[in-house]
């Protein structure tokens, strides 16, 4: 089973920075893909990045390209998201996610799933 621990949310006005972090313990060599989705009121879960555990391969929704990066430490078991340039429409709660295929940005596709860290925006 795998565990995941999200930190880092907060508020912050447009244009700040943020970093979360996903903590991963568990049996998380057996899982390939981390994700970061996002869930904003009334709206549907998106992804918004994803990586290869141990890999290192990055992908990114279209909205956020430039603006966030995600990557993993050398132990592998953190996860993080570095966002910068943030707007309000990035306000949402923060989940990561982890699956044994591949990155794909299907929220349903993935099996394991932290409690969420809320990220608000203000203009």
């Known amino acids: 089973q795998v565990r995941l621990a999200e930190s880092g949310g907060g508020s912050v006005q447009a244009g700040g920075s943020l970093t979360l972090s996903c903590a991963a313990s568990?049996?998380?060599?057996?899982?390939?893909?981390i994700g970061w989705f996002r869930q904003a009121p009334g709206k549907e879960r998106e992804g918004v990045a994803s990586?290869?555990?141990?890999?290192?391969?990055?992908d990114y929704v279209n909205s956020v390209k430039g603006r966030f990066t995600i990557s993993q430490d050398n132990a592998g078991q953190t996860v993080y998201l570095q966002m910068s340039n943030l707007k309000p429409e990035d306000t949402a709660m923060y989940y990561c996610?982890?699956?044994?295929?591949?990155?794909?940005?299907?929220?349903?596709?993935?099996?394991?799933w932290g409690q969420g860290t809320q990220v608000t925006v203000s203009s």
């Open positions: 996610a982890a699956r044994d295929g591949g990155c794909i940005f299907r929220a349903a596709l993935f099996k394991d």
């Open positions: 568990g049996y998380i060599y057996d899982r390939r893909c």
């Open positions: 990586i290869y555990f141990n890999r290192g391969t990055e």
